[in-house]
């Protein structure tokens, strides 16, 4: 329905300016009887002399003036000939042309659009036009009017075009058929709906509350919102009374949907005296990992002895002394096959992980080492001086229409590495580690590197916690911090932190507290300290070493206001600076941004004339171009330039202030850390570990001591309901 300060425009289309075949967005000039008028918007499968009636409102562009932004489309077919003629010269139809157009119309005339839907085999009564290509010529005529049916039913339900394209890719042509047989496939993962609205307009439609396609969606929808939460299955004592307040129905409804559903859309298993449902795709992923852990194992030919004489070579070599639990974790990285090394700050990691690399390849082992962020993996490569790769890139990812990791190398191509390295360990979620597990060849070494008592993945599972709590897989923790490493205050109090022990903030090495008292205290002295005190005494500016790192996104004390007051301050407008309106942001020349999305497909240069594509997850750089006219910006990452459409932009955000969640795998030399009366669910331990262990050099704290003291008490750790723990031990009882 239109919002009243939405108006309505009605016209044939000209001319079609751009047409985005992915998502649909569209740049056309309408004639309006009056004048041409320029039109934006989601308009997929528009055609030239197609009546269009729209609605949306007039904006102001600030290269290309005034635009009609359409939010709604109604469309008709051209009806006289000369109408028909201009619609199919124009390429609407694939196979039609300007000369193919002619003939057609010559022959049927103002029947030629019912011929090509209904009949198009009387096409091949045309010269030079077989029965084969005729059929062709109908096929992508219905399959194009079956797309703008689609559009046009589904603004009738409130929603979107894009949202209706979308669709269309899930389901094609029976698209329509699909979603009134079952509206709550409009739920389905990867069309970005989800339940609430799609039950609203189910139940405008049907007002059913028991129906038995909304009762399974309403279940379905209670395991994938919690998925994203971090959880891969659930307690069914849990699911029921939830999906029963989200249906509004009585608690034998769900309960009956949920047996029923069972060993079809649901898993169901029993861990100790309770019952645990999950989604199948998870219960698979948790089930494989504890099987395939069971048979991943070294079987060295080289001997303890052997073993010992190449460290104390490897020590003599390097000028470098391994204490015990170095050298038993490079040990047990070659006998054992499969090793999780673990360890704070200062303990070892690092040179423990050069030290088990430079073992496998003395023995002749071709290592391949990997992260799951661009960032991580750009640093343990500089920290060992090996090539790393992102995990996504290492097992050569693709992307599905669903926006959904497709990979390359799995159990029929494998890696060709003798060992794997993943380094964060920790941030990798089940599905991806599934992968990697599916792309390892028999007998590959498996190495996992990783700080249990950071943050856990962002997606579904907590991998790194359930290995080791399994006791199922090698483990060597490193415990004793080196005397140089103590002498940063940051590592210091990072290890206190872990103790549950009181931060020591007297201001003294590398490690300030500034406290205040009240939000715009808190804000005021963060913004000082980018924009004077920290560039002027150390240096360290936005661009160049300084990261302001937040609990969360919302708030006054969140990533969006301080990013807003940062950019304000720092980069304000400038009418010498170009800007674009991207996803709801201002993106300005000069800004500090992040991509939030690894996109293989994003081309980039390097200052070296070296070409490539792939920008990743939490990369940071600065954006240096916007082109307003082709709708396309460049961004600098450091040595290399990437450019950007409109529509890849949608994945850049400011970066002046990041949340800690997003820093997790980079280390910066200051990091300005606001910390003032968080809300429950971002006060606890180990979110303030990882944000404190993120700063190299120097590491500035803002805000009040008892908002630090909460969070150091608080140790609780983030709960996820997983069934990798149980399934790994039980794999390793029954040796399945």
């Known amino acids: 329905m239109a919002q009243e300060n939405e108006k309505q425009l009605t016209g044939t289309v000209e001319h079609i300016v751009f047409c985005n075949e992915e998502n649909g967005w569209t740049v056309l000039e309408l004639d309006t009887g009056d004048a041409l008028q320029t039109v934006v918007g989601t308009l997929p499968s528009v055609q030239v002399g197609e009546q269009l009636r729209l609605q949306g409102e007039f904006v102001e562009h600030p290269s290309f003036g005034r635009q009609f932004k359409a939010t709604a489309c109604e469309s008709s077919l051209p009806t006289d000939a000369t109408a028909i003629l201009r619609y199919l010269a124009s390429g609407a139809v694939r196979g039609i042309g300007p000369s193919t157009a002619a003939r057609i119309v010559d022959r049927f005339g103002a029947d030629s659009l019912r011929i090509l839907e209904e009949e198009p085999h009387q096409l091949a009564k045309i010269k030079g036009i077989s029965l084969k290509r005729a059929q062709e010529m109908g096929q992508s005529f219905c399959a194009q009017f079956g797309l703008r049916e689609v559009v046009m039913t589904f603004a009738s339900y409130g929603l979107t075009p894009s949202e209706a394209l979308r669709c269309w890719k899930k389901f094609g042509p029976s698209t329509l058929v699909k979603i009134k047989a079952n509206p709550y496939l409009l ?7 989800g339940f609430e609205r799609a039950d609203q307009i189910c139940l405008g439609l049907s007002g059913d509350k028991l129906d038995a ?7 379905r929808y209670v395991l994938q919102h919690n998925q994203g939460n971090g959880h891969t299955c659930l307690p069914k004592d849990k699911v029921i009374p939830t999906a029963v307040a989200l249906l509004d129905v009585p608690s034998e409804a769900v309960e009956s949907t949920v047996e029923r559903m069972i060993g079809f859309d649901l898993k169901e298993e029993i861990f100790g005296d309770r019952a645990f449902l999950f989604l199948p795709r998870l219960h698979e992923a948790e089930c494989f990992i504890a099987m395939r852990m069971q048979f991943m194992g070294g079987f060295s030919t080289v001997a303890a002895e052997d073993l010992e004489l190449r460290i104390d070579a490897m020590e003599r070599n390097f000028n470098i002394q391994y204490e015990k639990q170095q050298r038993l ?123 249990t008592d950071q943050l856990p993945a962002v997606g579904a599972g907590c991998v790194l916690h359930d290995l080791i709590d399994s006791g199922t897989v090698p483990m060597v923790q490193l415990t004793q911090v080196f005397r140089q490493a ?21 201001n003294k090495s590398d490690c300030f507290f500034l406290p205040r008292s009240s939000l715009g205290e808190v804000s005021k002295t963060v913004l000082d300290l980018c924009h004077h005190r ?25 990533t969006m206001e301080f990013n807003r007051r940062l950019q304000e301050l720092l980069n304000p407008p400038d009418k010498k600076k170009a800007e674009m309106a991207v996803a709801g942001n201002t993106l300005r020349i000069g800004d500090k941004v992040m991509h939030t999305r690894n996109n293989y497909d994003i081309l980039w240069i390097r200052d070296n004339g070296e070409c490539g594509s792939g920008v990743f997850n939490g990369d940071i750089g600065v954006l240096e171009e916007i082109h307003a006219r082709e709708e396309t910006l460049r961004v600098r990452f450091e040595d290399r330039v990437a450019t950007y459409t409109k529509q890849d932009a949608q ?10 969640h997003k820093s997790q795998g980079s280390e910066f030399d200051a990091v300005v850390l606001p910390l003032f009366r968080n809300t429950q669910n971002l006060c606890y331990r180990n979110l303030l570990y990882t944000a404190v262990t993120r700063a190299k050099k120097l590491l500035v704290l803002v805000g009040e001591h008892d908002t630090i003291r909460r969070m150091i008490e608080n140790n609780r750790k983030t709960l996820r309901y997983t069934g990798l723990c149980s399934f790994l031990r039980r794999a390793e009882a029954t040796g399945l």
């Open 187 to 193: 739920c389905s993962p990867g069309l970005y709906i």
């Open 213 to 219: 396609h909304r009762l399974e969606a309403g279940v």
């Open 329 to 451: 974790a490079m040990i047990e990285a070659i006998a054992k096959g499969t090793l999780i090394l673990t360890g704070g700050p200062g303990t070892g990691k690092t040179t423990t992980l050069r030290g088990i690399i430079t073992l496998l390849e003395s023995m002749g082992e071709t290592v391949a080492i990997a992260a799951p962020t661009g960032r991580a993996a750009k640093r343990i490569a500089e920290l060992t001086g090996h090539e790393a790769k992102t995990l996504h890139r290492l097992l050569e990812v693709k992307w599905d229409d669903s926006d959904s990791p497709v990979f390359d190398r799995n159990e029929k191509n494998p890696l060709e590495a003798d060992a794997v390295v993943v380094d964060e360990m920790s941030m990798v979620d089940t599905l991806l580690f599934e992968s990697l597990l599916r792309a390892v060849k028999t007998g590959c070494r498996l190495i996992m590197v990783g700080d």
């Open 486 to 506: 103590l002498e940063s205050r940051i590592v210091y109090n990072a290890h206190r932190i872990v103790a549950g022990e009181a931060m020591e903030l007297d």
């Open 534 to 558: 920290l560039p002027d005494a150390y240096g360290y500016t936005a661009w160049d070493g300084l990261q302001v790192l937040c609990p969360g996104r919302k708030g006054d004390m969140g």
């Open 651 to 660: 994945d850049l955000e400011l970066a002046y202030a990041i949340t800690v």
